[in-house]
């Protein structure tokens, strides 16, 4: 249902994305990615490295690093796919937001919902 490929979107040093190897429907579930959280306190070790850039808020006092394909989603404002925690099973399930064509590239909203058009915090410097 998905691949990693690269991306025209992505400038980083692997330019990569996920995308689509099949049409998805609309709320489809597309991937679960489980969870490595870590208490909130513990981020500043973190900040140190490059998953600073690759990290999700996990409720009020954790943070998450996602693994499969979690951290491999790239971002835009008109996402064609969003996501929930599921805290109970420990993952982030990535869902189809609009109709997903095969080849597309999946693409979620880094603010966290789908119409949130805020700077994001690596644009803010």
Known sequence: MIEIKTSSL???????????????????????????????????HIEKTLLADYAFEYGINHTAILLGYGML?????????????????????????????AGDEILINYNGDVDIKDALWFNED
């Open 10 to 44: 992505s400038d980083g040093e692997f330019n990569r994305g996920v995308f689509a190897t099949c049409d998805i429907k609309k709320g489809e579930l597309l991937h679960a990615a489980p969870v490595i959280s870590y208490p909130n306190d513990q981020h500043q």
């Open 73 to 101: 989603f790239n971002h835009s404002y008109e996402p064609n796919a969003n996501y929930e925690i599921d805290f109970e099973g420990h993952t982030f399930n990535f869902y189809a937001f609009t109709d997903i064509k």
